[in-house]
């Protein structure tokens, strides 16, 4: 039974709303296992990220999704953090040859999100995984207006909200919703071709 993990960071929760679309997405696909891994700050202590539940339920998934945010055009420190804490996984190449992708969020409509998704590219390439893109066009570009893709992001799937500092609930777009359902589906389709 394959299984899809989705580890990402969530401050304000747009991203979390994302994983959880992702989800949604792969859970779609027969037989399907999700396990969605949400990294906090309180796992990080004097600048390390540590959390063996986090390693072993990636070392068990035959999928793993990588998430942040956009922070300063690249992944958020606490997310990095986990990153850097895996390359001791990288040392033996533990994870080489599962599939893997990435998404991210941003207020802005830009706000550099492809330094987080080439980032986070480069981070599977160094472990030896297989990405999976996105495969959506935007659906505009054949006269449809449900919004998937709206952002044209082909490496990851990006989502845009306003910042809003009022504290008010995380909304996502419905269109990013979609986009993140539909990666959701490809990336455990993708999973069971590779590892039939
Ligand atoms: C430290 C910091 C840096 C940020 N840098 C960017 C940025 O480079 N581009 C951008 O569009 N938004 C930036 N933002 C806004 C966040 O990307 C946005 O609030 C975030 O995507 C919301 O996701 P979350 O609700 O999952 O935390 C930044 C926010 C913070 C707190």
Do not use: C
Request: charged share 20%; glycine share 12%.
């Amino acid at each position: 039974m394959p299984t899809v993990a989705i580890v990402y960071f969530s401050g304000t929760g747009h991203t979390h709303l994302m994983a959880e679309a992702i989800a949604e997405g792969a859970a779609r696909v027969e037989n399907t296992t999700v396990e969605l891994l949400r990294i906090t700050g309180e796992q990080i202590v004097n600048g390390r990220w540590k959390n063996d539940d986090v390693i072993e339920k990636l070392n068990q998934a035959h999928a793993i999704v990588f998430g942040s945010p956009t922070y300063m055009g690249g992944v958020a420190a606490q997310f990095k953090a986990f990153i850097d804490a895996a390359s001791e996984i990288w040392f033996r190449q533990g994870w080489k040859d599962k599939i893997a992708g990435g998404f991210t969020h941003s207020s802005s409509p830009s706000g550099d999100k492809q330094g987080t998704l080439l980032y986070l590219a480069t981070n599977a390439a160094q472990h030896s995984m297989i990405w999976v893109n996105v495969g959506d066009l935007q659906s505009s570009l054949y006269g449809k207006n449900d919004g998937v893709n709206r952002l044209g992001g082909f490496l990851g799937v990006m989502g845009a909200s306003q910042l809003d500092t009022s504290g008010k609930k995380a909304v996502l777009d419905l269109g990013d919703y979609l986009t993140s359902l539909r990666f959701g589906e490809r990336i455990a389709e993708a999973t069971k071709r590779w590892f039939k």
